[in-house]
């Protein structure tokens, strides 16, 4: 077990875990940032993806100690009020239906659109394609990206 | 939002922000609706001290801001029935929808009760798409006896007969002197009444009259779903919380024999073990340790299990024999054999399991003196669990403070107590907050699924191409979950036989969205289109002359048919495929328009369409959403999902080699119509699953000439017959 300092969302917080500990666990019971979420411990799912120095990443294969350098972007630090563009194009779209495995998918996209603020259908499809949804609100994903990549 | 812990239940942000300041008069349910409260001999029913410590309405709240508070009784899994029951109280109290806010209501069966059986009765579950077709009427009802409330009052207040008062959204109107009163300034008026009627059919809104029904958009959920907000009951956290995870049966049936238990034991952080029937419980002080530590756990599996030998793929080889005994109903035998034509094929499909995505989780303590608990639960039957936690604990159920959250899918998984009972038993030994996490490949190894079944299909038809027999035997493991969706109830067919015939393999089954519909309607709709072909009718037109004594049903494809232009010819080297289903009282159609990719054998679907008869729709985008979302997770156990057992065990894991449909693999174009209805609400939820198998199949038949019989399609089994 060790102190770890972490700037998350822009403040910093500290946690005291062993460093093998995933970062998704640091901000879930740790630190009560709960909208980040745990649907399979493997990468493959992308419910967990958050982001470190403005990358994606999965958070519940990401060890803690490999999060101290840089800045941790969750859900909660996207935006005050549920204002970001994707997530107003999200409540447009309506997309979420259980909503579970929605905050990866915002943090996945806004990732995608700050990277290409312009993607084609295709690109929209391969860059989304490590998130699971099974209520497969896919359509609407699709509907919301391409609503704020409309307006860029 | 900032990095604050977030407060228990659903996310109370914007409750707070619609709410804050002032003091909030709150009008006594029992001023509202009296009747909710007595049982059938007029005896008040009892409630918790939970229920009357919080000095809630039964359905509504008005508060003197003019806000309103709306309680929603059904679990809230994506389905959106959360503002649909809202809206339909909404309706018929008169309310400005942008000043309702929705809370949880609290689990009281008697008082919250899906209404099977009257008015307050009946558990409290969600399933099987019936919470709107369920709640509708006493819904109605709840919201009319709420305004029924405020006339009086205004009519009192302003010293004129209730008859010539007229409400407007969140206004009492007195025409004749232009008087108004607002809801807000009624709730500081609102005196108990002795008796609230039961406002008389005729007197509910026409439905041509409806301001929300119908035509409102925007689910309540969503913004919180959108910003992280909303509180699952995985994200939980209690003071003192400690977490727990278990070593469950790979086989099901077999009991633990924990090995290394001192060991264990002596590991820092570890607060308990608790030897489970099916498993070992592992209770410690911190997630990550009980994650790190449940691999280290030697436990010996004792044999003698019913499933300890099972072996799925080899299973399907005994099916057939039993599909073979005959019939005994004469009737349907001679007509088989009196056909101008007979047809026989056989239809497989492989276990599926639910892949929630968020895993089986729950949080239960048992105060330290055992005399009460507090649950929080993400759960399809909460009336079912409480009770369950008062068995397991011994205590009263009142003395169960029990909290819903919402759920991250359910699909039938949580609609029952397996997993909550657990967790009862870890708070039991610790007199503790207890988290129980199952990781994903628990979730996943010890799962319930969709039974795997052959269906064994045979008809004739005489020498006008009339469909005179028909027999669908059913034979699999799961029993009566196999049944549903085998009627063809809207086809006239004479001579039918239909029958399940279980063999029991010992694993677990369960409800997976939709039931029995997806395969079965699979099997029929894939038949038909057989029968079809060889008699050289077109598959709609087949369909349309079954359907010749239900206009409705006859609708419904006429509609799909239109939308997806079934006469036009498809681009080269794709074909289009027609299906049709009824589940939960709605009744649905599907074209899909797909290619093959012959090398790979990958079936690639670029076009769906589908037209939906629901009746009255309380909320038609969120029907859509429904749809599509049904649509695409039928697509997927159609295409993708195939659970499968060796020596007993489950043989996947985890995402990796249970494969879901992602984002990649969608149409181009999914297309719903829900077509205009103003007969009673029937289910949506599950109507999307049943209409996709046989509408892909069929138009794989249609583009190949070969038929796929055994969902699901793999690359593999498409070459194969390819």
């Known amino acids: 077990m060790a102190d770890f300092t972490l700037k998350i969302n822009g403040n910093t917080r500290t946690a005291d875990v062993d460093p093998m500990t995933p970062i998704l666990w640091v901000l879930r019971e740790h630190l009560g940032l709960t909208g980040t979420k745990y649907g399979c411990g493997k990468a493959i799912c992308g419910s967990c993806t958050i982001h470190l120095n403005g990358t994606p990443i999965r958070a519940c294969v990401t060890p803690v100690s490999a999060c101290m350098s840089g800045e941790i972007t969750t859900i909660e630090g996207l935006s005050e009020n549920c204002d970001h563009p994707l997530q107003q194009a999200w409540i447009e779209a309506q997309v979420p239906q259980c909503g579970y495995c929605q905050s990866g998918q915002i943090m996945q996209a806004v990732s995608l659109l700050k990277n290409n603020p312009n993607p084609s259908r295709e690109e929209i499809k391969s860059n989304m394609s490590g998130n699971l949804c099974r209520c497969a609100a896919y359509m609407r994903i699709i509907k919301a990206v391409e609503i704020v990549a409309k307006e860029s | ?121 009946g558990t409290m579950i969600t399933v099987g798409s019936r919470t709107v077709m369920s709640y509708y009427n006493n819904l109605r009802q709840a ?96 003071p003192d919380m400690v977490y727990a995870v278990i070593a469950r049966s790979p086989v099901h049936g077999a009991k633990p024999t924990l090995t290394n238990e001192s060991e ?27 994650l790190t530590t449940q691999p280290k756990l030697r436990v010996d599996w004792s044999s003698g299990n019913t499933a300890d030998d099972f072996n799925s793929v080899k299973a399907y080889d005994s099916y057939p024999e039993v599909a073979d005994k005959e019939i005994s109903s004469g009737d349907v035998i001679n007509a088989l054999r009196s056909g101008v034509k007979s047809y026989k094929s056989d239809y497989l499909n492989d276990f599926v399991y639910h892949a929630q995505q968020e895993p089986m989780n729950a949080v239960v303590s048992f105060s330290e003196d055992g005399q009460s608990a507090e649950a929080w639960v993400g759960t399809q039957a909460p009336g079912g669990n409480r009770n369950a936690i008062a068995n397991v604990l011994g205590i009263d159920v009142s003395k169960v403070k029990f909290h819903r959250t919402y759920l991250g899918g359910g699909f039938g998984r949580k609609a029952t107590s397996d997993w909550v009972v657990e967790a009862a038993h870890l708070a039991k030994a610790v007199r503790k907050p207890v988290k129980l996490v199952w990781t994903r490949e628990d979730d996943l190894q010890y799962g319930m699924f969709r039974p795997q079944s052959l269906q064994r299909m045979e008809a004739s038809v005489d020498s006008s191409n009339n469909l005179i027999g028909w027999k669908h035997i059913i034979v699999g493991t799961g029993d009566r979950l196999m049944g549903t969706g085998s009627e063809t109830q809207y086809y006239s067919i004479p001579n039918q036989h239909i029958e399940v015939r279980n063999i029991d393999h010992g694993v677990r089954t369960k ?114 959403a429904q749809m599509e979302g049904g649509i695409l997770m039928g697509m997927s156990s159609v295409l993708k999902e195939s659970v499968t057992f060796k020596d007993g065990k489950v043989e996947q894991s985890n995402f990796h080699d249970y494969n879901i449909l992602r984002i990649d693999e969608v149409p181009d174009v999914l297309e719903v119509k829900i077509i205009d209805s103003e007969e009673r609400p029937t289910g949506i939820g599950e109507s999307g699953v049943p209409i996709i198998g046989g509408a892909i199949a069929n138009a794989f038949a249609s583009l190949t000439g070969k038929r796929l019989k055994h969902i699901p399609f793999t690359p593999a089994k498409v070459k194969s017959v390819l």
Not at chain 2, 22 to 39: E, T
Not at chain 2, 193 to 202: H, L
Not at chain 2, 269 to 277: E, F, M, N, Y
């Open chain 2, 1 to 121: 939002m900032g990095d604050q812990v977030k407060s228990k239940g659903l996310s109370r942000r914007r409750f707070i922000g619609t709410l804050g300041g002032g003091v909030i008069f709150v009008v006594g349910a029992w001023k509202l609706a009296p009747d909710l409260f007595l049982d059938e001999d007029g005896t008040p029913i009892k409630t918790s001290s939970e229920f009357e410590g919080q000095k809630v309405s039964v359905w509504v709240q008005i508060h003197e801001d003019d806000w309103i508070t709306i309680y929603n009784p059904s679990s809230e899994m994506g389905q959106g029935s959360m503002t649909a029951l809202a809206v339909i109280i909404a309706e018929e109290l008169d309310a400005d929808w942008s000043k309702v806010t929705i809370e949880q209501s609290s689990t009281e069966p008697d008082i919250y009760g899906i209404g099977w059986g009257g008015r307050g009765r």
């Open chain 2, 511 to 624: 409800h997976w969205r939709a039931v029995g519909h997806g395969p079965n309607k699979f099997a029929i709709e894939s038949f038909i289109d057989e029968i079809a072909t060889d008699l050289g009718i077109d598959p709609l037109d087949f369909r349309l002359d079954l359907m010749k004594d239900f206009p409705r049903a006859q609708k419904v494809i006429k509609t799909v048919a239109e939308m997806a232009d079934w006469g036009s010819s498809s681009p080269s080297g794709r074909a289009k495929g027609i299906a049709f289903a009824e589940r939960s009282g709605s009744l649905a159609a599907c074209v899909c328009e797909l290619s093959v990719d012959a090398s790979s054998g990958r079936i690639i679907v670029h076009k769906i369409w589908a037209a939906l008869d629901a009746g009255i729709v309380v909320q038609p985008d969120n029907a859509i």
């Open chain 2, 143 to 238: 919201g009319a006896q709420a305004r029924y409330v405020l006339l009086h009052t205004a009519a009192e207040s302003l010293g004129v007969p209730v008859s010539e008062l007229s409400t407007e959204p969140n206004k009492v109107i007195h025409k004749e002197s232009g008087k108004v009163m607002s809801f807000g300034e009624l709730a500081k008026l609102v005196k108990p009444m002795d008796d609230v009627p039961e406002i008389p059919q005729e007197q509910l809104k026409n439905p041509k009259d409806f301001r929300l029904i119908g035509k409102l958009g925007n689910r309540f959920d969503i913004p919180s779903k959108c910003d992280g907000s909303a509180q699952y009951a995985i994200d939980v956290q209690v």
């Open chain 2, 264 to 290: 264990i034991r002596n590991t820092p952080g570890v607060v308990d073990i608790v030897a489970l029937d099916h498993g070992i419980g592992l209770i410690t002080t911190t997630l990550e340790l009980a």
